[in-house]
């Protein structure tokens, strides 16, 4: 192969990357095209090629001029361009360290806009060469991003090295993520460590709605995809924002309790990153109450903040002001900024307690709104928020069981129907309930609605939903299972329920195998021990609520009909 390439034949496509609960367009990815007719069999092969022949730095820095040129004319203010970076490229005798700037500088842009997305793959395996180049790009404002995170073994070696700004995971783990629970509990983990850290986190390879649901449920920042779009290489066609998209619509499902009352969030106003020093020190002169200062950058996004007691000892000293405003003092902004804890406003309440309690040592958390720095929730505000939450998930709990009672039973119906998430959903209804809480009273009723809530639990995974509608009727629906699955744990379920409750009767109704009361006319007869009968309803993508609404009530009454151990099943 020449060492001379053809690069006016080499075209970037651009893949839009897209706030995950607004739609807006957040950043594109750079994409290389047309490699194929400089003779490379593919992408991989092209860099291959280049890499053996040492010249990777050389050409990638042509390609990247290339990029960022025509990254330049999309007409999207505050637009990001994601570029991937091959690991070799560090490793070429001819790298240098500056090159991007330069690029940048000519085409007036900030270096914020650039994030270098690093591979898991191919990693280098000298920490230090790792740390170093990691540490000058982000002394120079550059984000990085680890691309196919989880796909490779260095990931988690690769994310404590690199401080990285994002993580995208990779297609593997997202592909089909709403039918496989182990991808989700996967993903869910990521998302969580990732915020806790104050990593944001993009889903690559969204392809249907599905998908995109269950990354908007786990809380990931940003998808990438099909569903969105397909790199596109006529940059007129890049739209501002996705929103009109069905799938981008607000979710009615979600409950009202668990978003975070704007009331609670406190506007402190906040400096900009290229603020002097002695702005800072008028600052907090200013706002006497402040013990800190968000930092945030041109496009408002927060980076931080500043501590008053951390420039105390300068602020109060007699040349303090003199030296802040002389510029051959060096005493930078960013030197005092300190990482904090950030939520975006529509990840709730929940994720925000659950956030601060894994850094506790924080005296807050800071709240974004469509990636902008939006406030504070102070230490008071959490602790309020916490017993407010707490109180409204008590008041929609069975207060006998604890399980989610009729509020989420109706939240997950509502969203199965507009999401068309293909559902078992199962009826549970004690046989002869009334006789035996007439004869042994209420408290061993209640011992009996206990029971079953266990051995449900015990069976049913956690991935799907189980909930007590009240009294001994109970709600499960599955959502990774078919009917034949669902059927054989229910019948378990009902096995199990059947023996276990016989120990809740005298000696004398176990020998007899029935127990003796009156029935609803005052009529003394015999009934069998304790039992539960189960109701399938499996709702399709073509099943609509208006016919499951009139099918439940017609259920309930069928498996009545049925005596144990078999049930009803309608399909919708």
């Known amino acids: 192969m020449s060492t001379k390439i053809d690069v006016d034949k080499l075209d970037f496509a651009f893949q839009p990357i897209v706030n995950t609960h607004t739609g807006k367009i957040f950043a594109v990815e750079a994409l290389i095209r047309n490699t194929e007719e400089l003779g490379f069999s593919s992408i991989q092969d092209f860099f291959d090629k280049l890499s053996q022949k040492n010249i990777l730095f050389s050409m990638d820095i042509i390609l990247r001029k290339k990029a960022v040129k025509k990254f330049k004319k999309i007409d999207i203010h505050n637009l990001k361009l994601f570029y991937n970076v091959d690991n070799r490229f560090f490793a070429m005798p001819d ?78 783990f997202v592909e089909g993520i709403n039918k496989d629970a182990k991808k989700r509990l996967f993903c869910a983990s990521i998302v969580e460590m990732a915020h806790t850290l104050g990593i944001k986190v993009i889903a690559v390879g969204v392809e249907t709605s599905g998908e995109y649901y269950s990354c908007k449920e786990i809380k990931i920042d940003y998808i990438q995809g099909f569903i969105v779009s397909k790199p596109i290489l006529d940059i007129r066609k890049i739209k501002k924002s996705y929103s009109k998209e069905n799938m981008f619509t607000k979710d009615r499902r979600v409950s009202h309790n668990n978003f975070i009352d704007k009331s609670f969030i406190d506007k402190i106003d906040p400096l900009n990153v290229s603020t002097s020093l002695h702005e800072l020190f008028v600052y907090f002169k200013e706002h006497t109450l402040n013990t800190f200062v968000p930092i945030v950058d041109d496009n408002k996004k927060i980076l931080g ?58 005296q807050g958390i800071f709240v974004s709104k469509d990636s902008k720095y939006y406030g504070f929730i102070n230490l008071n505000n959490l602790l309020s928020l916490s017993y407010k939450r707490n109180l409204e998930i008590a008041q929609n709990q069975n207060p006998l069981t604890k399980l989610p009672g009729n509020n989420q039973i109706d939240s997950f119906i509502l969203n199965a129907f ?130 499951f609404n009139s099918k439940l009530g017609e259920i309930k009454k069928l498996s009545k009909q049925y005596s144990y151990p078999y049930g009803s099943c309608i399909c919708m």
């Open 95 to 172: 790298f240098k360290i500056g090159e991007t700037s330069k690029i940048l500088e000519k085409n007036q842009l900030d270096k914020d806009s650039v994030c270098f997305e690093i591979t898991e793959h191919s990693s280098l395996k000298d920490d230090e060469l790792i740390k170093h180049i990691v540490s000058v790009y982000k002394a120079n404002n550059f984000n990085i991003a680890i691309d196919d995170f989880g796909t490779g073994v260095s990931g988690l070696h690769l994310l404590y090295l690199s401080e990285t700004n994002f993580i995208k995971i990779d297609k593997f």
């Open 305 to 362: 903040a500043i501590y008053e007691v951390d420039i105390k000892e300068i602020s109060y000293s007699q040349y303090g002001l003199s030296l802040a405003k002389n510029d051959s003092f060096k005493a930078k902004l960013k030197n005092y900024i300190k990482p904090v804890l950030e939520i975006d406003i529509t990840w709730g309440i929940d994720k925000a307690l659950e956030i601060f309690n894994m850094r506790s040592d924080s």
């Open 418 to 547: 507009e999401k068309k998430i293909h559902t078992q959903i199962v009826y549970f209804d004690f046989n002869d309930f009334k006789p035996f809480n007439d004869t042994y009273g209420f408290r061993q009723g209640d011992r009996a609605i206990l029971m079953f809530s266990e051995i449900l639990q015990k069976n049913i995974s956690n991935e799907n939903f189980i909930a007590h509608i009240g009294g001994d009727d109970f709600f499960v629906a599955f959502t990774n299972s078919n009917y034949e699955e669902v059927h054989k744990i229910i019948h378990n379920i009902q096995e199990e329920f059947r023996i276990n409750a016989s120990s809740l009767y005298n000696e004398k109704d176990i020998l007899n195998g029935y127990m003796t009361s009156k029935d609803r006319f005052g009529v003394s007869r015999n009934f069998n021990l304790l039992s539960v009968c189960a109701a399938i309803i499996e709702v399709s993508h073509k099943s609509t609520q208006n016919i």
